[in-house]
């Protein structure tokens, strides 16, 4: 069994109090404040054995890394066509590149936005790269019937808020908007333009899935069933130019994404992912602790000074 620092402190110090004790009953200098005392720092004890802590928030006020990422990725039924890396679905490449990002960025602040018919903060605010990797790999796409036409740019007012909400909370930190998704625009007005969001941003980075020949799509992540109009398979094709469009817009770069790998980009420096399971409360033991040991300190030198005029008294 290990022991931990603690429980030798509280060891310590319940051993001290009942030093204290029976030295004063030995030299009869046991009183009712002195008993007081000693009680007091026995219960003192039991506190610290309760290990009081403060709650753990799910945020710390601060990540590690000074760097807010806003990640953009596009769940239209787009991005269930089959022509990433092989047959496989978009969606598997921005599963895998989420994955590679976070182990690249390593300790930073995440939110997710999800764009389909609308845009929607799918993760609020947090360090936690289980949490990030974890929506990216089940996020799939919406379900064809539900399409009502796709709007590329449907998520700018939601990023550049939450980017601009940082900024405000966040001063000192870096700012990241990472967007991934094939361009694809179907809706009839023409996409608006993600430039708000770049006056809170450090760096940007698109990326885009899909082959200009195009891919079929399943309705649903678990369907076996392609979308279809008239009895005709439908064929879904990157469009790199609004990719590139958005990039600009941003102010940063664009890459297409065709197989699982590291990123031509340029990222920030890594470092050490930070997840949320791990956050602790901040111990308030120690506050107990020294409680308990300024009446025993006290208690002591008493018994010290009774020791010695006993010695004295024998002489």
């Given at each position: 069994m290990t022991v931990t620092p603690l429980w030798w402190l509280i060891a310590l110090v319940a051993a001290l109090a009942i030093v204290w004790l029976i030295a004063g009953i030995s030299h009869g200098a046991l009183r009712t404040g002195p008993w007081l005392r000693g009680f007091a720092v026995l219960a003192l004890v039991a506190v610290i054995a309760t290990q009081p802590a403060l709650a753990a928030t799910d945020e710390p006020a601060e990540a590690p890394a000074g760097l807010d990422v806003v990640l953009v990725i596009d769940r239209t039924t787009s991005m269930g066509a089959e022509d990433y890396d092989g047959d496989r679905p978009r969606m598997d490449g921005v599963a895998a590149d989420v994955t590679e990002l976070v182990s690249r960025l390593g300790a930073a602040r995440y939110s997710a936005i999800v764009s389909d018919n609308e845009a929607t903060q799918a993760l609020p605010w947090t360090t936690d790269a289980r949490a990030v990797t974890s929506l990216a790999q089940t996020v799939g796409w919406r379900d064809e019937s539900y399409g009502t036409g796709s709007d590329?740019?449907?998520?700018?007012p939601l990023a550049t808020q939450l980017l601009s909400d940082s900024a405000a909370t966040r001063p000192e930190a870096h700012r990241l908007l990472v967007y991934l998704g094939d361009g694809e625009q179907t809706s009839p007005e023409a996409p608006s333009s993600f430039a708000p969001a770049a006056a809170?941003?450090?760096?940007a980075l698109v990326l885009g899935y899909g082959t200009t020949e195009g891919g079929r799509m399943r309705t649903t992540p678990d369907s076996d069933e392609y979308v279809t109009r008239d009895g005709s398979p439908q064929i879904s094709r990157i469009d790199e130019d609004n990719l590139r469009q958005i990039a600009a817009q941003l102010g940063g770069g664009y890459e297409h994404r065709t197989a699982p790998g590291v990123f031509a980009s340029d990222l920030p420096?890594?470092?050490?992912?930070?997840?949320g399971d791990d956050a602790a409360g901040r111990s308030l033991a120690w506050i107990a602790a020294a409680a308990a040991l300024l009446p025993l300190l006290w208690g002591l030198s008493v018994c010290v000074r009774h020791w010695r005029r006993s010695r004295e008294d024998v002489r």
């Open positions: 590329i740019a449907a998520a700018e809170y941003l450090d760096g420096a890594a470092a050490v992912a930070v997840s």
